[in-house]
């Protein structure tokens, strides 16, 4: 059974960076496409970067194309989440998501496991 543990949230100031974990376990890292999700208070949960199995092609949001940034550690299983230039609109509770091959690139509606989320409250 394919398990995704995020880690690394927690309190920053505006402006700070803080970099996010997420953990798979059950499979190797190939094997699944790999989302960031984010839900704030009172909003809608939203997909903010999406990355390929291989790493080949990676999407961002608007919402924080230029501060955030994906990368991945194959030899850890572990998808790393670095955001910078952090402010107040970031606080959330943010999820990793792993999707199957199923489709040629990562899809955001068609991810099938989640962890169950970290937040982060960024403060002013």
């Known amino acids: 059974q394919l398990q995704l543990v995020e880690s690394g949230g927690g309190l920053v100031q505006t402006g700070g960076s803080l970099r996010l974990s997420c953990e798979i376990s059950?499979?190797?890292?190939?094997?699944?496409?790999i989302a960031w999700f984010r839900q704030a208070p009172g909003r809608e949960r939203e997909g903010i970067v999406c990355?390929?199995?291989?790493?080949?092609?990676?999407e961002y949001a608007d919402s924080v194309k230029g501060r955030f940034s994906i990368s991945r550690d194959t030899a850890k299983d572990t998808v790393y989440l670095q955001m910078n230039s952090l402010k107040s609109e970031d606080t959330a509770v943010y999820y990793c998501a792993a999707g199957s091959l199923y489709y040629y690139d990562c899809y955001y509606p068609g991810m099938n496991y989640w962890g169950k989320g970290v937040l982060v409250t960024v403060s002013s």
């Open positions: 059950g499979a190797t890292l190939d094997a699944y496409h």
């Open positions: 990355i390929n199995n291989d790493g080949a092609k990676v």
